[in-house]
């Protein structure tokens, strides 16, 4: 049974930084495009970034610059490294599995996600 979970989540201060991991259990993350999501409360849901199986990555223009998502392989997670958090970051993150190597609008796995509160 494949299984994303999310971690690192948190409450942050304006300007603060949190790193966000996702890891998988009945599944390898390295042969899959690896994607980040948030959705706020009265909103919809927003892809952030997307990392391929090479490695290469696409940010959203909301986040480009001070989000940035890897692979990590001592740990066998994805990570979203946020920088300079706002309080419009609050949401919940979903890290979410693509269904080949490239990063496309499909994702078949989806983690449950982790709260992210960004306020002083």
């Known amino acids: 049974q494949v299984q994303l979970v999310e971690s690192g989540g948190g409450l942050v201060q304006p300007g603060g930084s949190l790193t966000l991991s996702c890891v998988a259990s009945?599944?390898?993350?390295?042969?899959?495009?690896i994607g980040w999501f948030r959705q706020a409360p009265g909103k919809e849901r927003e892809g952030l970034s997307c990392?391929?199986?090479?490695?290469?990555?696409y940010y959203s223009t909301s986040v480009e610059g001070r989000f940035t998502t890897s692979r990590n392989k001592a740990k066998n997670t994805v990570d979203l490294q946020m920088n300079n958090l706002k309080p419009e970051d609050t949401a919940v993150y979903h890290c979410a599995s693509g269904v080949n190597w490239r990063c496309t609008h499909e994702y078949d796995y989806w983690g449950q996600g982790t709260q992210v509160t960004v306020s002083s």
């Open positions: 990392i391929t199986t090479h490695n290469d990555t």
């Open positions: 009945g599944y390898s993350l390295d042969y899959f495009a």
